[in-house]
Nanobody, 120 residues
Framework: QVQLGESGGGLVQPGGSLGLSCTAS????????MGWYRQAPGKERELVAT???????TYADSVKGRFTISRDNALNTVYLQMNSLKAEDTAVYYC??????????????WGKGTLVTVSS
């Protein structure tokens, strides 16, 4: 089994910065991609940013130029640096990973989520 553990959420003022991290642990054979999604109250979960094993990055238009996703392959960890935060960035942020747990078994894993609140 694979687990994703997130950390780094909290309260920040508008214009401030916050960093999130997520580490995959357990039975990991190969990580295809890892990334972040978020869900604001009353809204559907949406993609924030992802990075795949080839080093390709994807960002939501709403966070381009403000958020940066990075990864440490040796630690099976993905980071999200969030700058110039806005009230509309307030949401529960979920780590996601497409991971092979062995040579043939592949699944889509989710963390439990970490709350980011942007408010003065």
């Amino acid at each position: 089994q694979v687990q994703l553990g997130e950390s780094g959420g909290g309260l920040v003022q508008p214009g401030g910065s916050l960093g999130l991290s997520c580490t995959a642990s357990g039975s990991i054979f190969r990580i295809i991609s890892m990334g972040w999604y978020r869900q604001a109250p009353g809204k559907e979960r949406e993609l924030v940013a992802t990075v795949n094993s080839g080093g390709a990055y994807t960002y939501a238009d709403s966070v381009k130029g403000r958020f940066t996703i990075s990864r440490d392959n040796a630690l099976n960890t993905v980071y999200l640096q969030m700058n110039s935060l806005k009230a509309e960035d307030t949401a529960v942020y979920y780590c996601n990973g497409y991971i092979y747990s062995d040579y043939v078994n592949f699944s889509d894993y989710w963390g439990k989520g970490t709350l980011v609140t942007v408010s003065s």
